[in-house]
């Protein structure tokens, strides 16, 4: 196994003071809601809203989908598109650790990309080629619960083998198996979940920051950062504004953040909205702070072996959202890419993931895993977070988006502020 990164990891004060003792069991990237699987240990009972309605099945069912020959006996590939920072990298190899196992043991080759940099950017990439029917050389990609959501509703996902994938039958978190935008996860099972808040350079700031409001200062003029994922950044500028983003807010909410953001672009505070390109800036020195995803910011300081970078859930609160495994409808290797979402379901190979990532894990039996890698993560609230946790530091969902909602809300985010 690779080592741990928590040698690497900016200190974390917060984790002796509020994290519980390691669980025996795992829990759940990007859009976990009120979760309760269990004492002391959040709960998936509000992740089925998580995504939206359940998309309607196909006229004639499953069968009716026009599927490609699958060429897994033949050729023992997989090619896997992924978000950047999102699996175990050995810096001494320039290889993946837990790729090379799988390797070793079922002799596919794995092709991985880190192609993903924003949810909306790589659908409208990939999109009109799966409506076409054309191959995108992509046997497995990840996207967040609520795009997942829109893939599987224009049918450009094929259906899981769940019957040839023991280890997720076995091992993903029961709450996860009923969320409402894949009801039994006939089509995507559940990769990585995680926190949205704010990260930052302590010694760069010079200071410490606790709220949103701590980053519109005039010594962080260009220096701070967003994501383009506005349920992430709207969400938090929204809970600062007061909204309980999982009620029933409306367009005069939502569009209040709009504005809220626009003008801190106009004002000179934030330097770029990006997806997971933020990166680069904080790297560079560009960007000192920012709303960012929580296990990035200590893949960052490993990086940069710079233990000045920490992750903060604002006062006013911080998101939660999941990322899935989806095999597009061109892909020819789906058999292999079933092994291989089941090869990540063992709770050590899963662990071993969760110790370089600190992402939060979505399998049973890993924080046991965990804890003879490195028992501090195995208490960690950024993997295995409690329940009073949650609740205590107002971490929320983004609530369901109808259609329509998605649609106008979309273009509202991207004229008035990707465009600037």
């Avoid at 054309?134 to 094929?158: E, H, N, P």
Wanted: charged fraction near 25%; charge should be negative.
């Amino acid at each position: 196994m690779s080592p741990s990164r928590r040698n690497q990891r900016p200190a974390d004060p917060q984790v002796a003071a509020i994290v519980e003792a390691a669980q025996s069991t795992a829990f759940t990237r990007r859009n976990l809601m009120r979760w309760g699987i269990g004492a002391g240990v959040v709960g998936a009972a509000g992740l089925g809203t998580a995504g939206c309605a359940p998309p309607k099945p196909p006229a004639g069912g499953i069968n009716s989908l026009k599927l490609p020959k699958d060429l897994s006996a033949e050729q023992k590939i997989v090619n896997w598109a992924n978000w950047t920072a999102y699996l175990d990298f050995d810096e001494k190899t320039k290889s993946y650790p837990t790729l090379n196992e799988f390797y070793k043991r079922t002799g596919i080759k794995v092709s991985y990309s880190e192609d993903i940099e924003d949810n909306d950017a790589y659908y409208a990439k990939i999109a009109p080629q799966l409506r076409a029917g054309q191959s995108i050389d992509r046997d497995l990609f990840v996207f967040t619960d609520w795009m997942a959501a829109r893939v599987i509703r224009d049918r450009l996902c094929q259906p899981m083998q769940l019957i040839n994938m023991p280890n997720v039958a076995k091992n993903m978190l029961d709450p996860l198996r009923m969320v409402s935008f894949d009801p039994g996860r006939n089509e995507s099972i559940t990769w990585q979940s995680g926190f949205a808040g704010i990260g930052y350079n302590r010694k760069k700031v010079g200071r410490e920051i606790k709220s949103l409001d701590d980053l519109w200062t005039d010594d962080l003029k260009g220096k701070i950062t967003v994501l383009s994922e506005f349920r992430d950044t709207i969400g938090i500028v929204m809970q600062s504004q007061g909204v309980d983003i999982t009620s029933d807010w409306g367009k005069s909410e939502f569009e209040k953040a709009v504005a809220f953001v626009e003008e801190k672009i106009k004002q000179g505070y934030i330097r770029k909205v990006k997806g997971n390109s933020y990166m680069e800036d904080l790297t560079s020195g560009n960007a000192w702070a920012g709303i960012t995803w929580s296990g990035d910011i200590f893949i960052l300081a490993a990086d940069t072996k710079d233990p000045n970078w920490e992750f903060v859930i604002p006062e006013s609160g911080g998101t939660l959202w999941s990322d899935n495994f989806m095999v597009p409808i061109t892909s020819q290797h789906r058999a292999n890419a079933t092994k291989m979402m089941d090869f990540y379901y063992e709770p050590a190979i899963a662990a071993q993931v969760a110790a370089y990532v600190n992402y939060v894990c979505p399998v049973k039996g890993a924080q046991a895993e965990m804890e003879k890698i490195d028992p501090e993560l195995a208490a960690s609230w950024l993997i295995f977070p409690t329940a009073e946790f949650i609740k205590e530091k107002n971490i929320q969902g983004f609530r369901v988006l109808t259609p329509d909602e998605d649609t106008e809300y979309s273009d509202m985010w991207s004229k008035r502020v990707m465009g600037n």
